[in-house]
């Protein structure tokens, strides 16, 4: 499916409504006000919908100018942003279908449902924020700006973790050279995407490296926080996902998870891994998804020793 086909509804239509998935990251918020805004220089009306926390780290972004308290009853489009599947965005699914027309703009490998009228899903894709650069510049031919730029920086260098991740293209290297050519400050954009943490979350960083746990010689490691200790250190559930990445840089480690139990009835597990194993599938087989080497489900009803048993047991299973 090519892109192509998307810019008629866009120019042709008047009421847009932009959603993404739940508890958005960087690529989800990035992508959606890169999209806000080159619809509002279009003359169009759009209104953004996001649910759950905005990230500590993307704060300092965020604009709020686009949501609203008083949707309207039907849009003419609905665009889904960065969401592999329909149940991702969650509360907004009936705005969604109620749509006169849907588009699905992502870049999950799992998402393989077509839920939209038109979708466009490109697995090679390091985010959707490369895929929206493409949107913008050459299919709805809008002139970007520094807001804009900021914007796909965000959502680009977020998702493909700066550039260091395998999602990472000579072509995401040539979309950011676009964005640099608009004057985005690499630099201060970096301190706050990636380096700036509150103290308490440093501190977080002590537990998970206590709790690590390492199994099959080390090429399972594995840790978890909890709701107890988060509280405590007034670390939000989802302000905690910035130690994600830390098991997997065990030397030696093919394949880190992150747990964070959230509530006694419900776990969040996170899948990275480092060269062949193709954690998506492991994260379906637990009613999750995501890319290869990230992905991520949610446990209902079981508890953690038990959700650690299960996730170490599919893990060693592909080896
Ligand atoms: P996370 O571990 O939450 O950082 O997620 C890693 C990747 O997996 C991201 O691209 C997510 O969009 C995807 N992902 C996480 N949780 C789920 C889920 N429950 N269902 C589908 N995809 C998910
Ligand atoms: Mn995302
Ligand atoms: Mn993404």
Aim: glycine share 6%; hydrophobic share 35%; proline share 2%.
């Amino acid at each position: 499916m090519s892109l192509k086909k998307m810019r008629q509804v866009f120019y042709d239509n008047e009421t847009f409504a932009v959603v993404s998935h739940i508890n958005p990251d960087g690529d989800a918020i990035g992508s959606s006000l890169a999209l806000c805004e080159t619809l509002k220089k279009m003359g169009k009306k759009v209104h953004m919908f996001t649910e759950g926390a905005i990230p500590i780290h993307i704060r300092f972004l965020w604009d709020d100018s686009y949501i609203t308290d008083t949707p309207l009853e039907k849009y003419d489009v609905c665009v889904a942003l960065d969401s592999g599947n329909k149940d991702r965005f969650s509360s907004f699914e009936s705005l969604f279908d109620s749509a006169k027309t849907t588009l699905c703009i992502d870049h999950h490998i799992t998402n393989t449902y077509n839920y939209a009228d038109i979708n466009y899903v490109e697995g090679d894709a390091s985010s959707t924020g490369e895929i929206m650069y493409e949107l913008i510049k050459n299919v709805l031919e809008i002139p970007l700006d520094k807001k804009t730029a900021e914007y796909l920086y965000c959502a680009i260098a977020t998702d493909c973790g700066t550039f260091k991740y395998s999602c990472t293209s000579a072509k995401t290297h040539r979309v950011v050279a676009e964005l640099m050519d608009e004057g985005i400050d690499v630099n201060y954009l970096s301190n706050y995407l990636f380096d700036y943490k509150t103290i308490n979350q440093i501190k977080l960083y002590s537990e998970g490296a206590n709790n690590l746990r390492l199994y099959e010689d080390g090429k399972i490691a594995l840790t978890y926080v909890d709701y107890k200790f988060l509280d405590k250190m007034g670390v939000s559930f989802d302000d905690a996902d910035y130690l994600v990445t830390m098991p997997r840089t065990v030397l030696g480690s093919e394949v880190g998870v992150y747990i964070k139990v959230k509530n006694d009835n419900e776990i969040k597990v996170s899948y990275r891994s480092n060269d062949y194993v193709d954690v998506s599938a492991l994260a379906m087989e637990l009613g999750g998804g995501g890319h290869k080497k990230a992905a991520g489900a949610t446990v209902y009803g079981k508890t953690l020793e038990e959700t650690i048993d299960m996730v170490v047991e599919g893990i060693r299973r592909v080896l």
